[in-house]
């Protein structure tokens, strides 16, 4: 079987890592950790959610795609991937829209996009109770990143999965229904 990274995409808070654990519990696909420069948040712990890194430390390692979003750094490593393959022939990875057109131009149809779409109220207001911050969750809503993630980019329109999620069972309804077409499960 040809090997899959599940590419979970879409604005900060529309569900994407809520997914990758849906993912992890019932199908036993492990997700990619990547690499941040922001802090951790309350009860993530480093290793599981993020490799946390200090400035310094980001830049010792080395990336397959790096970005910058609302003031932090993150990165994921292609070794990450080989290693997880190494055991597993499907995993997930959770990126912003820029760090899923690379892993799509990468490994193309071995790359499967999950675009996950709420509108922005309903985003703002999720954000608001996972209890980000209030300086900091509304910098974030006003970034570059976070307005442009809200919709599909023009290099991933007709080669992603768009699931709205409005709704939770809905939503892995629908991811269940990726998993069957792609032939992951
Ligand atoms: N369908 C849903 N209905 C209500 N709440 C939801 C739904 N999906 C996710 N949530 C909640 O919304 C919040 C944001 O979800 P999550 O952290 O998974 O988003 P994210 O896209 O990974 O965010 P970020 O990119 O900022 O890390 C969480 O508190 C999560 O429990
Ligand atoms: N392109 C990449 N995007 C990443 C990576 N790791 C996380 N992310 C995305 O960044 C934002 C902000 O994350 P948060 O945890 O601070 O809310 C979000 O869209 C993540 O999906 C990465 O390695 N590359």
Redesign the pocket.
């Known amino acids: 079987m040809d090997k899959k990274i599940i590419v979970i995409t879409g604005a900060?808070g529309t569900g994407?890592t809520t997914i990758s654990k849906y993912l992890k519990d019932t199908y036993h696909i492990p997700s990619v950790i990547?690499?941040?420069t922001?802090l951790p948040r309350e009860g993530e712990k480093n290793g599981v959610d993020y490799y946390f890194e200090t400035k310094n430390s980001f830049l010792k390692n080395h990336y397959l795609?790096?970005?910058e979003?609302?003031g932090?750094w993150?990165?994921?490593s292609e070794e990450s991937l080989k290693k997880t393959w190494e055991k597993f022939d499907a995993a997930s990875i959770?990126?912003?829209t820029?760090?899923a057109i690379s892993y799509k131009k990468k490994y193309g149809k071995n790359a499967v996009v999950i675009f996950l779409e709420v509108d922005f109220e309903t985003v703002t207001d999720r954000l608001k109770q996972r209890g980000d911050e209030t300086k900091r969750l509304l910098s974030r809503i006003n970034s570059d990143e976070f307005k442009r993630?809200l919709q599909i980019p023009r290099e991933l329109v007709g080669k992603c999965y768009k699931i709205s999620n409005k709704n939770l069972e809905n939503t892995k309804e629908n991811v269940n229904k990726v998993l069957k077409l792609e032939k992951i499960k």
Do not use: I, L, P, Q
């Open positions: 900060s994407k990547t690499h941040t922001r795609e790096k970005v979003y609302s932090n993150y990165g994921s959770v990126v912003d820029a760090g993630d």
